[in-house]
Structure formats: C-alpha cells, structure tokens
C-alpha cells in the first residue's frame, strides 16, 4: 500500500522515519554480479572538466577530476546505493551514466551494449530504458504545465501516446502506480506538497516502462517524514516492475533502508563495495568507518557505545588530488606507503571490495 502525504497524512507522521518492512535481501554477500545478471556494468569511468584561462583565447591549464577511475556493476533488480561526501563525483557518475555528461575515457555498457556506439534506433531504446529521478522535485517540473502534460510529455516524445483516451488513461494509471490519484492530473506542481511532487516526478520517470532508474539524491529535499513514505514509493515499484536502481545519496539511514549492495566513493574514486549488511557490520576501510560512524544506531546500547571517528582536514581539491591513496592525508592510519601507492579496489575474498593498504 503506498501512503499519500497530504497535509493532514503530514500533520499526524510521527517525526522519526516510518519506513515500510525493509527489503528482502536480494544479497547477504557483496558477491560481484556476473555477467549475466548485470543491467549496468561501469569500467574504469573518469569524467573530468577542463579549466581555462583568458576571455578570447581560452587556455586550458587543468582539469577537475569529478570521476577518476570509477568501476562497478549493477545487477537486474538490484538496487545500489551510491554514497559519499558532497563534490565526491556520485552525482557525476549518475550524469555520465545518463549520457547527459560526456565521459573523458572508460566504458559504460547498458544491457551487455557499450552506450559509446548507441546511435538512431539504439539510443532511442536506451533513452527510454533508462530513466532519471531528480533530487528537486520542484525545479524538475515545468511550474507551467499540467500534471497531465508532465506525465505525459515523455510519451509524445517517444511516439508511444496513442490516442487521447488512451494517454488520458495511462496518465492516470501512473499517477495511481505513485500513490496519487487519476484526477490531480489536472492541477499544476504548485498545488502539491514536495513528497507529491517528487511522486510526479516518479510517475514521468515510469512512464516509457524504463528498467533502470538513476535516482540523484531523489528524497534529500523534503522532510524527513515523507522522505520514508517516498522511499517506500521506489521499493514498492520495485517489487512490481523488478526495476533496478542506482540511488545516489549522502543520507545513509535512507540508503541502508533501500540498498542491496552500497558503494562509497572519495574525491572521484570507490573505495568500497559491500552488500549493506556487510558493510554496516564491518565497515573496512578508514573513510567508511568515519562515515559510518556518524549514524546514530537504534539500540541504545550500541549507542551508548559509538565511537564517533572525526576526520581531520578538508577534502583536497579535485584538481588536485593526492599522490598514492588519495585518502593518505586525512586518513588515521595511513602508512608511508600510502602517499606514493595507489590502492587497488580488492575482492577480499567475501564480496567486500576494499581499496587501501590495510588489505592487500
Ligand atoms: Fe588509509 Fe593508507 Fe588505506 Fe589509504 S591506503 S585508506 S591512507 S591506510
């Protein structure tokens, strides 16, 4: 059952986070998809921005490496949550998997295809298999148009409107798949609560039947009530449509509560992949155990005894990344090899892949 967060829904939620019964484990292992399974596989992806000089005759005299060397895959109806600090390269790489921002080098392959070679009939598939859900659900909707021509409008661009009955009535279904109802069709965004806004966005998203959705910080706008009754939207839609789900997010509560596997990323690169209980349990690396360290637990025991791991020191620039681990200069136990050897991104023997000297 999907909740519908009108004023009055929003005026009785209790003020912690009521999040449905969490997903069945689709893994207990962070054990590498094969081939087979895998809908989105990303290799060694690097995005970079060129930065200039001049007015007339621009010089470039570096680049910001937002993504530098990012590689994973992501199953059939899976759902991988990709977390890090903000400026990290997480939205980035979500770009760069939606051919929105060219990539510099790397490989990305959609359904065992390389989106590199996707032209005419091809990239019209993978636009339509391939949707986004942004993270402001109001700046996403053109304040101008109807519900109706919003949720609508990705079905005329793909020629797959038929008849105005037809549109009218799958219009509405899509508005009902996201807990809203046929009839707020015909109200603008403004009308809405950010959580209903956001279900619009949704139910465009769903609209051309795509099976991987990119999800860029898509609850980290709206209260922290409604955020839960939104997740519950995707995971529900999850198990109806078996979609898969790249879900971007700094909130980690929220993507523990989604994920079947978590990748953490640092200035531009992973540094670990695990299944989320794996890595809830035994984080391994020195930056996902600060991160982690942050989050409140729910027994009070286990909260009493949390030790918090501040991190000292400021993310260095991406222009200019660090020698070796790139983590070397605020992390607690790096070693004298750390500022001159690159860590690998190391199975470790369980599925957990870990990039840090500690582990090879
Ligand atoms: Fe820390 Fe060294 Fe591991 Fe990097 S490789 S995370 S600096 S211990």
Redesign the pocket.
Known sequence: MTHIDTPLARSVAPPDRQYGSARPDASTTGRPPHASDAILRVEDLKVHFPVTRGVMFKRQFGSVKAVDGVSFTLRRGETLGLVGESGCGKSTTGLAIMKMLPATTGRIAFDGEDLAGFSGAREKRFRRSVQMVYQDPFASLNPRMKVRDIVAEPLQVHGMAGGRGNLQARVGELLEMVGLLPYMADRYPHEFSGGQRQRIGIARALALKPSLIVCDEPVSALDVSIQAQVVNVFMELQRSLGLSYLFIAHDLAVVRHISDRIAVMYLGRI?EIASRHQLYAEPR???TKALFSAVPVADVRAERQRQRIVLQGEVPSPMHPPS??R??TR?P???PQ?SRVD?VLRDQGDGQMV????YD
């Open positions: 540094v690396h020195p930056y070796g681990c983590f070397h992390c136990s790096a070693m750390c860590p990039a840090c000297h500690l």
